[in-house]
């Protein structure tokens, strides 16, 4: 069955704008999935609505599942957690560029209203796998649009972007 994955098929099939949106698709649903099965998780962060309801279940479908939405820093922690891969953001948005690490949670368990057990990640931030054995992603961050870094090793060593030298013009 087929060959090796290659960075040079990854970066053709992410440049292809057909398969781009299918990947955000399944990416943007993957997100979805994990907020909505960690509801009570989410909670904690975004709050509730004046009926003390969740607003995760409307959150998902205003902003995670409509394409051209930009994902904010908790369906970022969603995605890291569900895949579970560490993304790295390199953000370009702001006055002054900045790093954000979202790591992959070890998972507990939390019940929803309906008494459902629901995986979500821990509130210590602890490592779901040795940090040599995660999968790590960089994007890059501009107004309204977030890039792939292919391949990601090349960013590997870099934590601040002072230490890159890397500076961006408005």
């Known amino acids: ?17 057909r398969l781009d949106e299918a990947v955000l698709h399944f990416l943007r ?5 994990q907020m909505l099965m960690c509801t ?3 909670d904690e962060f975004l709050g509730l609505d004046v009926f003390g309801k969740s607003i995760v279940p409307k959150m998902v479908l205003d902003e995670v599942l409509p394409m051209g939405q930009e994902a ?6 969603a995605l890291a957690a569900a895949l579970p891969i560490r993304l790295k953001v390199l953000d370009a948005a702001g006055s002054r560029p900045s790093v954000q690490t979202f790591e992959p949670v070890a998972s507990t368990t939390s019940s929803s209203a309906d008494g459902a057990s629901n995986a979500v990640g821990s509130a210590d931030g602890i490592a779901a796998a040795p940090a040599a054995h995660v999968l790590q992603i960089w994007l890059i961050h501009k107004p ?5 870094v292919l391949p ?14 890397v500076y961006f013009q408005g």
């Not at 649903?29 to 999935?33: E, L, M, N, V």
């Not at 904010?72 to 922690?77: A, E, T």
């Not at 309204?144 to 792939?148: G, L, M």
């Open 144 to 148: 309204s649009h977030y890039d792939v």
């Open 1 to 17: 069955m087929g060959g090796q994955l290659r960075w040079e098929g990854v970066e053709e099939a992410l440049n292809d704008s």
């Open 152 to 165: 990601a090793e090349a960013f590997k060593d870099i934590e601040h972007v002072e230490d890159a030298g």
């Open 40 to 42: 009570d998780y989410y």
């Open 72 to 77: 904010d820093h908790h369906q970022l922690q």
């Open 29 to 33: 649903a993957i997100t979805a999935a």
